[in-house]
């Protein structure tokens, strides 16, 4: 029964389309992400979602929108799909730690969605 | 921006020896995670250290963190085939404790 589960798996298509991939945890978690690998595994955050509210935005180009329909999903859409958004792109989710308490944010991975863009 | 910065880029062992890694960051933390990568999967979390700790112990694994110097290390002892993989250091950002960034990571290849 996989926690964190992305779809698909890998995605081959060509410059300019538009592509989605869709994310869903079954942990009860608050927070949604998703981060961004390249090739060299530089792992790098793009949104996150707390209960449905945007709460991170990183300088990310408008192309890419996430969407929140409930706070087990996070979907990613991607427009006008460019060579440089080839990648590998993770979902995570994490059970959000207080704000200013000592409590630890651990995120839970999925297994990843590899992106080809031609 | 990036917080931790691992270190070796790789590391190549035979099995039964001791793999250390180190992670150092620039702000001060509350805690610092580490995590595992198996080609082509995602990250695992393996261990979590706060600051107020200066060392944990989990299986195999032993962590230390030196907040004067803001690195942690990342000890692996007796390694294993299955242990070959990528580890990642990991530390909030900035004081939001949504904002989990990660290095570049250390590839740990175990030799049989």
């Known amino acids: 029964d996989t926690a964190v589960s992305q779809t698909p798996k890998y995605l081959v298509t060509q410059m300019g389309n538009d592509k989605s991939i869709k994310c869903e945890q079954n942990?009860?978690?608050?927070?949604m992400y998703w981060y961004k690998q390249d090739s060299k595994k530089f792992l790098k955050i793009m949104f996150s979602?707390?209960?449905?509210?945007?709460?991170i935005n990183e300088t990310v180009p408008n192309r890419f929108s996430p969407k929140s329909p409930d706070k087990a999903h996070l979907n990613l859409h991607i427009n006008s799909l460019e060579l440089g958004d080839s990648a590998v792109y993770f979902c995570a989710s994490s059970q959000v730690a207080k704000r200013g308490g000592s409590g630890a944010n651990v995120l839970t991975f999925g297994a990843g969605s590899r992106l080809t863009v031609l | 921006s990036q917080q931790g910065e691992e270190d070796p880029q790789a590391l190549s062992i035979q099995e039964g020896e001791n793999a250390t890694m180190n992670c150092s960051y620039k702000t001060s933390i509350n805690n610092l995670q580490w995590y595992r990568q198996n080609s082509g999967r995602g990250l695992v979390h393996l261990i979590l250290i706060r600051s107020n700790e200066r060392e944990k112990h989990s299986g195999r694994l032993r962590v230390t963190l030196d907040t004067s110097k803001k690195s942690s290390s990342l000890l692996i002892t007796a390694s294993r085939a299955a242990d070959t993989a990528s580890y990642f250091c990991a530390t909030v950002l900035g004081g939001s404790n949504y904002k989990l960034t990660f290095g570049k990571g250390t590839l740990l290849t175990v030799n049989p």
């Open positions: 942990l009860g978690h608050d927070t």
């Open positions: 979602y707390n209960n449905k509210e945007l709460i």
